[in-house]
């Protein structure tokens, strides 16, 4: 936090400003004396407090306080002084004080007033944030457990601030001797950690200023990361241009089709030559597009072997299929597992041909364990393991015995069950989406709205139901 202080007397500055240190020896003060001089101080310095006398020569505290509002009205601004005079302190008020103190102030009375303003800031930064990270559930991205240490570095745009992502304990201690120096940390998909801090070099070569740069910067860093892990460091050229981008998007789009064909007509060998074609064109691709190229596979095998009419993939199914995607860290591991998935599922799927439709106890006890379980974790590939099938052939038959999809089954059975608990629990929105199997509350609450047409605290309101305070919402 920055703070200025405001006094035509030097003692009284100094006194304030070793209070401040005191209780607060992080904080940023500035001596900034008064006068004009002191209000060039706080245009260059953007403080988040200022505390300041409001009789001095040449321009009195109010003056400095109106231009002060007229510069930024988020600057929080405390009128200090020896006169217990009302008039004083209503116009202050009138002019945007948010508190009006007699001298000397003692220690409590400065401790209380930083820690509101702290705790203000803390309150508008995290409702800033999650106005970002709600954009990036279509990215398949989830944010969570963020610890705040300096949220000023937010507000001022001035200063430019870097993304660090991996180890957060290691990257807390490189910065242990300046905390005031970080803003958050957080961890990323329950599997890693970032750390973001104020910066003045700019040595990682990505770093933003304003707030509007800040999820752009987020998506690239990880994805670097994320690419440097994924292939072990060692990896083929991937094209540089837009023309051979979309040439290679393009090859693996009908590659994808050329696959779906092949696996619904059973042709085993022109499966696996079309394939291998699909993974080379993939060796390409930037890392998230590859990613990406994979879920729609995945996507596109699983509601097109399932029913003959033009496929289309619902978000619910692309999520679905992106956590299954993401569950391998490195990407010949991925390879293999689509490869057996794929070429296994079809065996399975001439199996069933050959099936009298009436051997179908097994799905009875699928059905069952979607109804009746409480496992959070409960997949396709899970389910279709305790009853003995291949996941594509438990996908085909749960769409033809139910008329929808695995996938949105589970969706819809979810949202029955967090409608249940939000009506009879007390819950928060986070506790009960992480309860019914989405670690990302933002997308649960996405998925809430679109089955019932309300957030879940809308519903909650629609209800009369009044719970504690939610979180992201």
């Not at 002191?38 to 407090?49: F, M």
């Not at 944030?129 to 507000?155: A, P, V």
Request: net charge negative; glycine share 4%.
């Amino acid at each position: 936090m920055k703070i200025c202080v405001v006094d035509d007397e030097k003692e009284v500055r100094l006194s304030i400003i070793y209070k401040i240190e005191m209780l607060f020896p992080y904080a940023q003060i500035f001596d900034v004396e008064f006068g004009r001089f002191a209000l060039e101080k706080i245009q260059l310095v953007r403080p988040d407090l200022v505390f300041m006398d409001i009789r001095m020569p040449e321009m009195d505290g109010l003056e400095i306080l109106r231009s002060v509002k007229n510069l930024n009205a988020s600057i929080q601004v405390v009128i200090l002084s020896g006169y217990d005079d009302f008039e004083y302190a209503r116009k202050a008020m009138q002019l945007g004080a948010m508190d009006y103190l007699l001298k000397p102030a003692d220690r409590e009375q400065l401790r209380e007033v930083i820690t509101k303003v702290e705790q203000d800031m803390q309150i508008s930064f995290r409702k800033e944030l999650e106005e970002y990270l709600g954009k990036l559930s279509n990215q398949y991205l989830f944010i969570h457990d963020i610890q705040c240490f300096n949220t000023s570095l937010w507000f001022d745009e001035r200063q430019m601030k870097e993304i660090y992502v991996g180890d957060t304990t290691l990257l807390l201690e490189r910065f242990k001797t300046t905390p005031q120096q970080i803003l958050i940390s957080f961890s990323i998909n329950n599997d890693y950690s970032g750390i973001v801090v104020g910066a003045f070099s700019g040595e990682n070569g990505l770093n933003f200023f304003e707030k509007d740069e800040f999820l752009s910067v987020l998506v690239s860093r990880i994805e670097q990361y994320e690419g440097q892990r994924y292939f072990g460091g060692q990896r083929e050229s991937v094209v540089s241009t837009e023309k051979q981008r979309k040439e290679i998007a393009k090859q693996a789009s009908q590659l994808r089709q050329e696959i779906l064909s092949y696996a619904k007509a059973g042709n085993y060998e022109q499966l696996k030559v079309s394939l291998h074609a699909w993974f080379d064109e993939l060796q390409g691709m930037a890392f998230n597009q590859l990613r990406k190229e994979c879920v729609n596979l995945m996507a596109l095998l699983d509601e097109g072997l399932s029913k003959n009419e033009v496929v289309v993939l619902e978000e619910e199914k692309i999520h679905y299929w992106w956590n299954w995607v993401a569950e391998h860290k490195t990407w010949n591991e991925l390879k293999i597992k689509i490869q057996k998935f794929i070429l296994d599922g079809v065996n399975a799927l001439r199996q069933l041909e050959n099936q009298s439709p009436s051997n179908l106890n097994w799905f009875e006890q699928a059905l069952q364990l979607v109804d009746h379980s409480l496992d959070p974790n409960l997949s396709l590939e899970s389910v279709a393991e305790v009853v003995g099938v291949h996941p594509v052939t438990l996908s085909r038959i749960f769409k033809q015995q139910t008329g929808m999809n695995f996938v949105r089954y589970i969706v819809r059975r979810r949202m029955r069950d967090a409608q249940s608990m939000l009506l009879k629990t007390d819950k928060k929105i986070n506790e009960i989406s992480e309860e019914i199997g989405y670690v990302d509350y933002r997308y649960f609450r996405t998925l809430f709205k679109k089955e019932f047409g309300l957030t879940p605290s809308e519903y909650r309101k629609r209800n009369g139901i009044s719970a504690a305070s939610d979180e992201g919402e």
